[in-house]
């Protein structure tokens, strides 16, 4: 018996209508196929609907698909940026997920006024973010919001937290100003080339052959993260990825030709529980009763 493999699909940015409709179609389509997730690019500062808010649109027109949106962190600051993806997740009870952007394009980047980052900059700015969203989707306890009418008190203060995260180029006290996300934290997903594979749940490898992707499969997982999907071009021999990687990240143009054979992980009701990633216990539960 082969061994199962999580599915991924990678869709751009629509800039019409009518692509919405389309992207709407496919998504469904990827949802009854058994895709595990879907993945939405975006290019800041082009004349297309930012990838966060079609998540959003598609969070009410799908049921089991995870959605992760390309979120940049050199243009989207984090509060908003944590704080959008923790809405995601409760919009869809609990299927979000984070494709980690790091855009250095310089028209992009003079959307939001700033200049040229150098890699080592760009490298810091984006572990900054993840790890500053990570600590505001802790910053509500899990039990916080009490909704005690007896004395008009909706959450428990205590259980509430101020993050004061000071990072190389921001500052951010928090909390966050939704509760937690109900999958704890949401599923981080970012290519292994970022340099901060260690904090991603799913690291994206590429490679010309099996063996290259095997290698920098096997690196990832040494490096933290959690699992390793292939990122392919289009259509492969997923067969032979099996037992390699724990998913595979593919682009198909028509999905009424089907999805290449193979066997498919089972869905669960949240993201994290199909790709089998634990809840993280909050840290700031942990702190408060240590």
Same mark, same amino acid.
């Given at each position: 018996?082969?061994?199962?493999?999580?599915?991924?699909?990678?869709?751009?940015?629509?800039?019409?209508?009518?692509?919405?409709?389309?992207?709407?179609?496919?998504?469904?389509?990827?949802?009854?196929?058994?895709?595990?997730?879907?993945?939405?690019?975006?290019?800041?500062?082009?004349?297309?609907?930012?990838?966060?808010?079609?998540?959003?649109?598609?969070?009410?027109?799908?049921?089991?698909?995870?959605?992760?949106?390309?979120?940049?962190?050199?243009?989207?600051?984090?509060?908003?940026?944590?704080?959008?993806?923790?809405?995601? $997740?409760?919009?869809?009870?609990?299927?979000?997920?984070?494709?980690?952007?790091?855009?250095?394009?310089?028209?992009?980047?003079?959307?939001?006024?700033?200049?040229?980052?150098?890699?080592?900059?760009?490298?810091?700015?984006?572990? $900054?973010?993840?790890?500053?969203?990570?600590?505001?989707? $802790?910053?509500?306890?899990?039990?916080?919001?009490?909704?005690?009418?007896?004395?008009?008190?909706?959450?428990?203060?205590?259980?509430?937290?101020?993050?004061?995260?000071?990072?190389?180029?921001?500052?951010?006290?928090?909390?966050?100003?939704?509760?937690?996300?109900?999958?704890?934290?949401?599923?981080?997903?970012?290519? $292994?080339?970022?340099?901060?594979?260690?904090?991603?749940?799913?690291?994206?490898?590429?490679?010309?052959?099996?063996?290259?992707?095997?290698?920098?499969?096997?690196?990832?997982?040494?490096?933290?993260?959690?699992?390793?999907?292939?990122?392919?071009?289009?259509?492969?021999?997923?067969?032979?990825?099996?037992?390699?990687?724990?998913?595979?990240?593919?682009?198909?143009?028509?999905?009424?030709?089907?999805?290449?054979?193979?066997?498919?992980?089972?869905?669960?009701?949240?993201?994290?529980?199909?790709?089998?990633?634990?809840?993280?216990?909050?840290?700031?539960?942990?702190?408060?009763?240590?």
């Amino acid at each position: 018996m082969s061994t199962p493999l999580h599915l991924a699909l990678a869709v751009d940015t629509p800039s019409t209508a009518a692509d919405i409709d389309a992207l709407e179609r496919t998504v469904t389509a990827a949802e009854r196929a058994g895709v595990a997730f879907v993945t939405i690019a975006d290019s800041p500062g082009a004349p297309r609907v930012e990838a966060g808010v079609l998540a959003s649109f598609l969070a009410r027109r799908t049921t089991r698909i995870g959605l992760a949106p390309t979120l940049h962190v050199s243009t989207t600051e984090p509060f908003h940026l944590a704080t959008q993806l923790a809405s995601l $997740d409760h919009a869809t009870l609990g299927r979000a997920a984070w494709v980690v952007g790091a855009t250095r394009d310089a028209a992009a980047l003079a959307t939001v006024g700033r200049g040229p980052l150098g890699p080592e900059e760009l490298r810091r700015e984006t572990a $900054d973010v993840i790890d500053v969203a990570r600590r505001l989707w $802790d910053s509500w306890e899990d039990d916080a919001v009490i909704r005690d009418v007896a004395t008009g008190r909706f959450l428990d203060r205590d259980r509430v937290h101020h993050v004061d995260f000071e990072g190389a180029g921001f500052s951010v006290a928090g909390p966050l100003i939704t509760p937690r996300p109900p999958q704890g934290q949401v599923v981080v997903v970012g290519s $292994d080339t970022l340099g901060v594979t260690g904090r991603l749940d799913i690291a994206l490898v590429g490679g010309e052959d099996v063996e290259e992707i095997r290698r920098r499969a096997a690196r990832a997982r040494q490096h933290g993260a959690r699992l390793a999907f292939a990122d392919l071009a289009g259509p492969a021999d997923l067969a032979r990825l099996a037992g390699v990687v724990d998913g595979v990240r593919l682009r198909i143009d028509d999905l009424d030709a089907g999805l290449p054979p193979v066997e498919l992980a089972p869905i669960g009701p949240t993201l994290r529980e199909t790709l089998g990633l634990p809840r993280p216990a909050n840290r700031y539960a942990i702190a408060r009763t240590a």
